[in-house]
């Protein structure tokens, strides 16, 4: 099949062109992100693959289709940069990677809880320059605290796992509880509980109008003094403003985050020659105890080898009309 990738970076391509001497799909790599003004290129294209940051609102969509567009591969598991009652109604196929690698962000979690509380950023740069004091290094037991995973799905169950070798009492929250988080040890309780009880919360549901600024003004003034925040998910599952006015207040003694609420102009491209005209961005970043790092929470190997496999093959069941594993519906 024709596919037009777009935002293609060179570990997109390797991993694609390798996984593809199965699948022999027609590909042309376009560094391109998709945007109204970047559609065009999908022209004559039957299906397109796409990333997190390229976007798919209606008003793309129908130039989509107007180019003969049929199918959106995306190559993530999160749809929210997809208008999928608008592709439907436009009779685009949408097909995504549920599933590739949940250790990968869950790990990648626990990897932001542990270099926030044990200051492992200040920790490597002071030991390069010689300074080797300990002052503004003091950390805490992980073990023995309370972690609160909003989200239990693939990815938040891993974290639990993990979470739970640490000695941490684990509490859950989602709109279905899960029998195998709750053999780990998760004890399910409401939204405004777990907030008040953690002192880790760790955000795993995915974005949706229901989950936007799950955590706001509101939520925050519920959780416990001092509270770690971890967004490896979606930055829109939090007011980024809110965030700031809770770090300046002290009410959040750590904030790590893969994910931002306008990472889209950012994530993925080396602005470091530029002027990065994001006021809210730079403020985050200022504080010493938020850690950010740019959506490369999937990042493995394994994990871009099996979004490769899974993509294609669900590329092939759209060109071979079988039924789709992997569809997204409205
Ligand atoms: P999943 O579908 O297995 O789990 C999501 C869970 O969230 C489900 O159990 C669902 O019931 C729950 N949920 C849905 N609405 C909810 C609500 N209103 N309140 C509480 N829980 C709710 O998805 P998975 O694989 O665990 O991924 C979770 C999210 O992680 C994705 O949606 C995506 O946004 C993000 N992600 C981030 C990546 C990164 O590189 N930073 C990579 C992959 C995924």
């Given amino acids: 099949m024709k596919v037009a990738v777009f935002s293609t970076k060179k570990y997109d391509c390797q991993s694609f062109k390798e996984a593809n001497e199965t699948y022999d799909h027609e590909l042309s790599f376009l560094e391109a992100r998709l945007t109204q003004q970047t559609a065009e290129l999908a022209a004559g294209f039957p299906a397109i693959c796409l990333f997190i940051n390229d976007l798919a609102d209606r008003t793309v969509l129908k130039q989509l289709a107007r180019g003969g567009t049929r199918a959106i591969a995306l190559r993530c598991a999160g749809y929210n940069n997809v208008d999928v009652d608008a592709a439907t109604e436009l009779g685009i196929t949408v097909v995504r990677v549920p599933a590739y690698s949940p250790y990968a962000v869950a790990e990648h979690a626990v990897g932001l809880v542990l270099m926030l509380n044990r200051k492992l950023y200040r920790a490597y740069n002071r030991v390069r320059e010689d300074n080797f004091a300990l002052d503004g290094l003091l950390g805490f037991d992980i073990h023995g605290t309370t ?127 530029q002027v990065i005209r994001d006021d809210t961005f730079q403020l985050l970043q200022s504080f010493s105890n938020v850690v950010i790092t740019a959506h490369q929470a999937f990042f493995t190997r394994n994990a871009l080898g099996a979004i490769a496999h899974t993509t294609l093959g669900n590329l092939t069941e759209v060109e071979q009309g079988r039924p789709l594993k992997n569809q997204v519906t409205a």
């Fill in 147 to 273: 972690v609160g995973v909003v989200g239990t799905g693939k990815i938040g169950q891993c974290f639990a796992q993990i979470m739970s070798g640490f000695g941490c009492t684990l509490l859950g929250y989602d709109l279905y509880p899960n029998e195998d988080c709750k053999a780990i040890g998760i004890h399910y309780v409401g939204l405004a509980e777990l907030f008040a009880q953690a002192d880790i919360i760790s955000l795993h549901c995915p974005l949706l109008p229901a989950t936007h600024h799950l955590v706001n003004e509101q939520a925050i003034a519920q959780m416990k003094p001092g509270v770690m925040l971890i967004n490896t998910s979606r930055g829109g599952l939090v007011d980024t403003r809110a965030v700031i006015e809770g770090i300046k207040s002290g009410q959040i003694g750590y904030f790590g985050t893969d994910v931002y609420e306008d990472e889209a102009d950012l994530f993925f491209e080396d602005l470091s020659d």
